[in-house]
């Protein structure tokens, strides 16, 4: 979900969107993607999380005549859409805010290529095939600085970096590296970008810290892996807590020094612990498939 004092604004598995009142959870507005604008739910339903920005809502629905959205955030009233004249699907994906050149964009991976819309209309700004997975894009785009973004996802997709540019009124999206999915490409879970690094799971199991240049600084212990695609991931106080897909637990150094592992625990006993990490005060809540738990990870 996405937060505000005041609002809870979350994406269900079928697409239905709702907005409810941080305190007392009373219903404030609803939408129905897949009824109003035409949205395809992805396979294995839909992992999108609602971007707040200012006092809007951003959406990604991929529908006949809307690929993006705003909806305002106290009413939901639609106050721009993005056409979507090549048909181009939701993802798993979610959207990532950038400001290039003092133009503010949102920068959407959809099932057939990326596309940057313009914050002040939701204007189509630039479009590129080049990044465009085949069976499910998941991570969302990383906002490195004001020109590059960086793409990453499992299935051989591997990585990307874009430089997002402008010429006399112009945009253009060219690439400037790509990497092998067996040097880095995190599957299931958006990398963290931290100090000119970025830290993510690619799929031989391996954690991974990047250099911005795109040359791995360090990968893990191939004797100790996460699992294929990986558990979830955040960071802390300039560590990372990482789970593999087993639930076993992992805090190391968020450094590009080298792979500086400081602690282990099995705090799941199931399956498929991909499910999002969160982070309240110094209480750490992680799932698997079956189970939910909270953990005391740091001085209460």
């Keep these: 979900p996405a937060v505000t004092e005041r609002h809870v604004v979350a994406m269900g598995p079928k697409c239905h969107v709702v907005c409810l009142d941080a305190v007392s959870g009373k219903l404030q507005w609803g939408l129905d993607l897949a009824r109003d ?5 992805p396979p294995w339903y839909a992992g999108q999380c609602p971007l707040i920005d200012g006092d809007s809502v951003i959406l990604a629905p991929g529908g006949k005549d809307a690929l993006l959205m705003a909806v305002a955030l106290d009413s ?30 949102y920068v959407y991976c959809a099932h057939l290529g990326v596309v940057g819309v313009s914050a002040r209309d939701g204007s189509l700004l630039w479009q590129t095939t080049d990044w465009k997975i085949s069976i499910a894009t998941v991570p ?53 970008l931290f100090h ?16 911005l240049d795109g040359k791995v600084a360090w990968a893990s212990d191939a004797s100790q892996p996460f699992g294929r695609g990986g558990g979830a991931y ?26 500086t592992p400081l602690a282990h625990a099995q705090v799941l006993q199931g399956r498929e612990s991909w499910g999002p990490m969160a982070l309240a005060g110094t209480r750490l809540l992680a799932r698997d498939l079956t189970s939910l738990v909270c953990l005391e990870v740091g001085a209460p």
């Design 37 to 41: 604008f035409g949205t395809t739910v």
């Design 76 to 105: 939901g009233d639609v106050r721009w859409r993005t056409p979507n004249p090549n048909g181009w699907k939701m993802t798993h994906s979610s959207v990532t805010p950038i400001e290039v050149d003092g133009h503010r964009q």
């Design 140 to 192: 969302s785009p990383v906002a490195i600085d004001a020109r590059r973004v960086f793409l990453s996802g499992g299935y051989e997709a591997g990585s990307l970096m874009l430089e997002i540019v402008s010429h006399e009124g112009q945009w253009q999206a060219r690439p400037l590296f790509r990497l092998e999915s067996t040097v880095f490409g995190a599957e299931q879970h958006t990398p963290i």
């Design 196 to 211: 000119d690094s970025l830290y993510g799971m690619r799929t031989d199991g391996r954690f991974v810290c990047l250099a």
């Design 234 to 259: 955040l960071l802390a106080d300039g560590l990372i807590y990482a789970l593999d897909d087993h639930g076993r637990l992992t805090m190391m150094e968020a450094t590009p020094v080298k792979f």
